[in-house]
């Protein structure tokens, strides 16, 4: 009945540890990047666009998708086109703070319900050196990432503090996200083994 609109790893293993069932249906559609739109705009541009293309391929199907975006001094920061962009971005991130919204939209065309949401959590970086970027980039894909980083595995090495939602971070506010669902009738899974 729940249908992922993301090919994101790490939404899938999010709405798995919470305990739902679902589909992966990540329809081709290229994420926006206009520099007219606030961070909550664009990102809530982004998820409304990736679900209702998902939606119209399945109509009956409850549909998540979500889109996450980092910003700092005002300028938004989307996934690296190349090595060079993803040391620019951790060089900018280094021993400051920065803003991550991930917005949710979710939908149900059959029954013509919608819900969406964005949630903003604060990131601290820990002071890098273009060794700890380099060290850093050799064992993580920057590529698929806004601002060239994940919180969490080897996140913890660059990042000092989160102030907010981790969960957020990572690319699915699922605190929010759980009571979103419920109100299509999607919950988790909680039985006991």
């Known amino acids: 009945m729940l249908l992922l609109a993301s090919k994101s790893p790490r939404r899938r293993e999010l709405l798995l540890e919470a305990g739902f ?22 990102t809530a541009l982004n998820a409304v666009r990736k679900a209702m ?63 969406s949401f964005s949630e903003i959590s604060r990131v601290r970086f820990r002071r890098l050196t273009r060794a ?24 913890r090495e660059i990042i000092e503090k989160i102030d907010g939602s981790y969960t957020n971070v990572v690319g699915l506010p699922i605190e929010k996200t759980i009571p979103a669902l419920a109100e299509f009738g999607v919950e988790p899974n909680t039985a006991s083994p």
Do not use: W
Request: hydrophobic share 50%; charged share 25%.
């Open 21 to 42: 069932k679902f589909e992966i249906f990540a329809p081709q559609v290229a994420e926006r990047l206009d520099v007219d739109l606030t961070l909550r705009e664009l």
């Open 53 to 115: 293309a998902a939606a119209r391929a399945r109509p009956k199907m409850v549909v998540l998708a979500a889109d996450t975006l980092v910003a700092i001094d005002n300028k938004i920061l989307g996934k690296p086109n190349d090595a060079g962009e993803a040391v620019t971005m951790l060089e900018r991130l280094s021993g400051r703070v920065h803003d991550v919204c991930t917005s949710v939209f979710i939908c149900h065309l059959a029954n013509a319900r919608v819900v």
């Open 132 to 155: 700890a970027i380099d060290h850093y980039l050799s064992r993580v894909d920057p590529f698929d990432k806004a601002g060239a980083y994940a919180a969490q595995g080897f996140g």
